[in-house]
């Protein structure tokens, strides 16, 4: 299956990451740090459950993109994919794999996938990597997400993360409101006060170590005192 959550490693140092990981990451919009914009507009789409929505999250790695994504998934009630939710990669998303997801056809616009325990009745596609998506695919992209053609699902909330659009049709990025995200100081700082919350946590209020402040620096120092 091309569209599937991703996995998690094994190992001492592997269970810590994802227990950190799993323990802080943001279970909904409002506990997102930064990129107030996209934020915003997320929480306004799950809100008003607005039908044909296509949202593009571009920016560096680490930037917080996927954590948005599965956020916003997360408040329409798709938190798997047996409620809704399908993760793609988009550098294993072929034209074959694309065209099962919409039931063969690009004008039907109909996911062949439905969701079993989703009250809600939604759907969230997330595209992985959008710039990976070969030509052929995009073209088809262009057509299946076409939101004035009929038939096309009021319940499908599409969201494509990038770390560039260079190589993407601009004719298919048409299909989305794009948002830039950074890393600006006024992020770090705000992921900082957050590290520094969780640092004291996990430590029972020891003493933050020495150069924490340098990106990624606590990150590190939690894993390996685990």
């Not at 950190?20 to 506990?31: I, T």
């Not at 052929?136 to 909330?157: C, E, H, I, M, S």
């Not at 659009?165 to 995200?181: G, S």
């Not at 520094?196 to 933050?208: S, V």
Request: proline share 5%; with cysteine.
């Amino acid at each position: 299956d091309r569209c599937k959550n991703s996995g998690h490693s094994a190992g001492r140092k592997g269970w810590c990451r994802v227990r950190l990981y799993e323990r802080y990451r943001p279970r909904c919009l409002a506990d997102v740090v930064g990129h107030k914009a996209a934020v915003n507009h997320l929480k306004t789409v799950a809100a008003e459950r607005r039908p044909g929505q296509c949202v593009l999250l571009e920016g560096g790695p680490g930037v917080g993109k996927m954590t948005n994504a599965l956020a916003f998934a997360a408040e329409l009630g798709c938190d798997h994919q047996f409620s809704g939710l399908w993760v793609c990669p988009c550098s294993d998303l072929g034209v074959d794999d694309t065209k099962e997801l919409f039931g063969g056809r690009a004008h039907t616009g109909w996911l062949k996938i439905r969701p079993l325990e989703n009250a809600s009745g939604w759907n969230v596609l997330i595209l992985e990597e959008f710039e990976w998506l070969s030509p052929q695919t995009q073209r088809f992209l262009k057509t299946a997400l076409d939101v004035t053609q009929p038939g096309y699902p009021p319940r499908l909330a599409v969201v494509a993360t990038s770390n560039s659009v260079a190589k993407i049709d601009k004719a298919l990025l048409q299909r989305f409101m794009p948002f830039m995200y950074g890393s600006s100081e006024h992020f770090r700082d705000q992921c900082r006060e957050r590290l520094a919350l969780i640092w004291g946590q996990e430590t029972d209020g020891e003493p933050l170590p020495a150069g924490w402040t340098a990106w990624g620096m606590t990150r590190e120092a939690m894993v390996e005192g685990c």
